[in-house]
């Protein structure tokens, strides 16, 4: 169902994304890869800083985030959804509430991401604007380390929807925390004036086509 675009030049697309967005692009990228063989995607993955840090050099063709650094000569356009949600061992003593209150979850540990990571900035930016207070956090510097964490009863945790779908074991359950989701989003990225080749623009088109045709759920 893709039409490939004539005239793409051969060769490498650099293409840098935070790690959340590692659940979503990859599996767009199969059939890009068939309709257009003689282009090479490279991945970088890394947490928001890491990659801020690649778009400051210029070193890639194209850029995702969920937080774009705003203080910086960028273009954003939206990609899709990215909702933060709260999740908790199966089992969970509050599993059966219609709404919980976060104050409910303050005895609880949360687990969170590293300083650097974009959804820490966003959860941080949300408990703020909310007034929520956090309760001392445990850094877990990866997803699925975090969600590893969770089912062996660490504590509770706020992760990308995407992050808790993918793979999803089982034992994690999602819990319906008052003001949750965190509502966020990714965005292509680019510096502004940076020229898009073409080989970005298709890769932009095709995941933009690839996202239309999945199932509600299965991006959130
Ligand atoms: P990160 O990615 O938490 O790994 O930085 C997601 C984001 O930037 O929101």
């Known amino acids: 169902r893709l039409a490939a675009r004539s005239g793409l030049s051969v060769g490498r697309l650099k293409i840098s994304v935070v790690t959340t967005a590692k659940y979503l692009i990859p599996s767009l990228l199969g059939e890009f890869c068939q309709a257009y063989p003689n282009i090479e995607p490279e991945f970088q993955i890394g947490n928001r800083a890491e990659i801020i840090q690649r778009l ?3 070193l890639d063709d194209l850029y995702v985030f969920s937080n774009p650094p705003r203080e910086l000569d960028i273009t954003t356009d939206f990609l899709t959804k990215n909702p933060l949600v709260v999740i908790a061992k199966q089992g969970h ?3 059966d509430k219609k709404s919980i209150l976060w104050e409910e979850l303050y005895g609880e540990r949360l687990l969170m991401r590293e300083n650097g990571s974009g959804t820490r ?3 941080e930016a949300f408990f703020k604007e909310n007034r929520i207070k956090m309760q001392n956090p445990i850094t877990i510097a990866s997803n699925e380390a975090i969600k590893e964490s969770v089912m ?6 706020i992760i990308s929807q995407h992050a808790l779908n993918h793979m999803a074991p089982g034992n994690l359950i999602e819990l ?3 003001g949750f989701p965190i509502p966020n989003s990714w965005y292509w990225v680019l510096p502004k004036g940076k020229h898009v080749s073409n080989a970005a623009m298709a890769f ?4 933009t086509q690839g996202l239309s045709h999945k199932k509600p759920n299965e991006h959130a």
């Open 56 to 58: 400051k050099q210029n």
């Open 93 to 95: 003593p509050l599993k």
């Open 121 to 123: 900035y966003a959860i």
């Open 152 to 157: 062996a009863g660490l504590g509770i945790a």
């Open 176 to 178: 319906p925390v008052h």
């Open 204 to 207: 932009r088109e095709h995941v």
